[in-house]
């Protein structure tokens, strides 16, 4: 069964503007944690934002914030004020437990960001 | 931040032969390394996951007599394919996770690109 499920294959937007890229999970544990990754074409992981299944507030940093709604089981990213240079694929991503640094990752199917000029 | 690196970048080889991949944690001590693999405009699948000093833990469907982890120190493990094939063509990024870790940070390596000719 998918874990992790990002129903955008691509997205658009202006520059400048705010964008939301959909991220929905599906776990019968308690303890969880969620993360965006953005891949460039040079293929690199960079981690964007982490937010655990207990966090109370939404995970923000920088221009990047995790729309967090448990009980629907979203994990949605926020980015406000794109830039050119946020064109690339976001993944969204699952581990179960928590303060278990040592369990892989489950990824989404990932969402490709255009930003246009 | 902690580091991780892969060598090589890049790798083309003719089939039969077999190729040596090495992620190395820079700065702290893995004691767990994950192997994932990305085909083109797909998301990462994880292939393996090595703790130090033991047998890696294959996921169901990856050949582990193909696919070789070694994980003999606490900042290398190496992914060997051996034997080669064209449909082994893909992008194979590691991550890691320190002993000392905060509790749910992993690091990626930039992949490696293999080719088979």
């Known amino acids: 069964a998918q874990k992790i499920t990002q129903t955008q294959p691509g997205m658009f937007v202006q520059e400048k503007e705010a964008v939301t890229l959909d991220c929905t999970y599906d776990t019968s544990d308690q303890s969880y944690g969620l993360f965006w990754y953005k891949q460039p074409s040079s293929g690199e992981m960079i981690f964007l934002i982490y937010q655990g299944s207990y966090d109370e507030q939404n995970a923000t940093e920088g221009r990047y914030s995790l729309n967090f709604q448990k009980a629907r089981k979203s994990a949605n990213l926020v980015i406000s004020a794109s830039q050119l240079g946020d064109s690339a694929m976001y993944f969204c991503a699952m581990r179960e437990g928590l303060g278990t640094g040592r369990r892989a990752l489950t990824f989404g199917s990932g969402t490709r960001l255009q930003v246009q000029p | 931040g902690a580091v991780v690196s892969q060598h090589p970048s890049w790798v083309i080889c003719k089939s039969g032969t077999s190729v040596k991949i090495e992620c190395r944690s820079l700065?702290?001590?893995?004691?767990?390394m994950f192997w994932y693999r990305q085909f083109p405009k797909q998301s990462l699948m994880l292939m393996a996951t090595?703790?130090?000093?033991?047998?890696?833990?294959?996921e169901q469907g990856v050949e582990k007599d193909k696919f070789l982890i070694n994980h003999a120190s606490l900042t290398l493990s190496t992914l060997t394919v051996t034997s080669a094939h064209p449909e082994d063509s893909s992008f194979y990024i590691c991550?890691?996770?320190?002993?000392?870790?905060?509790?749910?940070?992993?690091?990626f390596g930039p992949g490696t690109r293999l080719t088979v000719l």
């Open positions: 090595s703790n130090e000093g033991s047998k890696a833990t294959y």
């Open positions: 700065d702290f001590q893995a004691t767990t």
């Open positions: 991550s890691a996770a320190g002993a000392l870790a905060a509790a749910d940070t992993q690091y």
